[in-house]
T-cell receptor, first 114, second 110 residues
Framework: DTGVSQDPRHKITKRGQNVTFRCDPISEHNRLYWYRQTLGQGPEFLTYFQNEAQLEKSRLLSDRFSAERPKGSFSTLEIQRTEQGDSAMYLCASSLVGAGETQYFGPGTRLLVL | RKEVEQDPGPFNVPEGATVAFNCTYS??????FFWYRQDCRKEPKLLMS???SGNEDGRFTAQLNRASQYISLLIRDSKLSDSATYLCVVNVYTGNQFYFGTGTSLTVIP
């Protein structure tokens, strides 16, 4: 399977704990995006990278959220001091610059904060 | 005001019916437009891009009206397998930010 992969698929954690999610994009894609989706809503843009550069991060939800893409390949999204309101699906997508900006999504990581 | 607004539905239609969804966007600087389909508890998948001249892919037709800032999706001859949530997506090149609507739920009934 050469699509976008995310790990883990499910995460249950206690309030106050830190969590980290990983995304592996389609191999030739140079852009990578993180979204959050809650029930009944569309995906909400959080941040994106072009290669290893984080070009937009103003919409990260708070300073507890951070993302990295150190070598321009896989990316991680970390949430520190989780809160119950962080419970959601976290989606990653990738695209190729110049290819119509079509994004391909991974299966998501479903987070439950107790 | 939300960047992208969609009627959440639900739309319940019989097999074979034609159904249309509209979506409005607020930022006139929006440059590219898409319809995605999302099945329950699955990731969104691209259905089609929306071009200024309108485009068609089989039973699906998408149109863009820049003057009125809306896009539409028409599904003809609905199939049971069309049941899903349809997400309207707008890309604003400044900051390369993508805005999703809340989605419109479609159920095709036998």
């Amino acid at each position: 399977d050469t699509g976008v992969s995310q790990d883990p698929r499910h995460k249950i954690t206690k309030r106050g704990q830190n969590v980290t999610f990983r995304c592996d994009p389609i191999s030739e894609h140079n852009r990578l995006y993180w979204y959050r989706q809650t029930l009944g809503q569309g995906p909400e843009f959080l941040t994106y990278f072009q290669n290893e550069a984080q070009l937009e991060k103003s919409r990260l939800l708070s300073d507890r959220f951070s993302a990295e893409r150190p070598k321009g390949s896989f990316s991680t999204l970390e949430i520190q001091r989780t809160e119950q309101g962080d419970s959601a699906m976290y989606l990653c997508a990738s695209s190729l610059v110049g290819a119509g900006e079509t994004q391909y999504f991974g299966p998501g990581t479903r987070l439950l904060v107790l | 005001r939300k960047e992208v607004e969609q009627d959440p539905g639900p739309f319940n239609v019989p097999e074979g019916a034609t159904v249309a969804f509209n979506c409005t966007y607020s930022n006139s600087a929006s440059q590219s437009f898409f319809w995605y389909r999302q099945d329950c508890r699955k990731e969104p998948k691209l259905l089609m891009s929306v071009y200024s001249s309108g485009n068609e892919d089989g039973r699906f037709t998408a149109q863009l009206n820049r003057a009125s800032q809306y896009i539409s999706l028409l599904i003809r001859d609905s199939k049971l397998s069309d049941s899903a949530t349809y997400l309207c997506v707008v890309n604003v090149y400044t900051g390369n930010q993508f805005y999703f609507g809340t989605g419109t739920s479609l159920t095709v009934i036998p």
